[in-house]
């Protein structure tokens, strides 16, 4: 079992840029594919982004795409968020979290551990 620990939220301003860091405890991080989630107030959690454990495959959502980039450092076992181009719609709490599985899967509910959160707020 892996423990995760996000950091780097905060507030930006419209069009602004933050980096999500999530770091996981114990050896076997490098085992694992990585996701990252978001819960905005009064909405359900929904997917933002995954990577295999390798680092080769990646998948983001449409809301996302092309302003947001996962990557991770296994070395380090750290997975992360590059946020560019923020929206007030892209407010929310942000948690990573790990899943077994061989490919990448983008539902919240197949993923085993995840942390605590790290609040994002984009002002307008």
């Known amino acids: 079992q892996v423990q995760l620990v996000e950091s780097g939220g905060g507030l930006v301003q419209n069009g602004g840029s933050l980096r999500l860091s999530c770091a996981a405890s114990?050896?076997?991080?490098?085992?694992?594919?990585m996701g990252w989630f978001r819960q905005a107030p009064g909405k359900e959690r929904e997917f933002v982004a995954a990577?295999?454990?390798?680092?080769?495959?990646?998948n983001h959502a449409n809301s996302v795409k092309g302003r947001f980039t996962i990557s991770r450092d296994n070395a380090k076992n750290t997975v992360y968020l590059q946020m560019n181009s923020l929206k007030p719609e892209d407010t929310a709490v942000y948690y990573c979290?790990?899943?077994?599985?061989?490919?990448?899967?983008?539902?919240?509910?197949?993923?085993?551990?995840w942390g605590q959160g790290t609040q994002v707020t984009v002002s307008s």
């Open positions: 979290a790990s899943d077994r599985a061989g490919s990448i899967r983008v539902s919240q509910a197949l993923y085993a551990n």
């Open positions: 114990g050896r076997t991080f490098g085992s694992y594919n």
């Open positions: 990577i295999t454990w390798s680092g080769g495959i990646t």
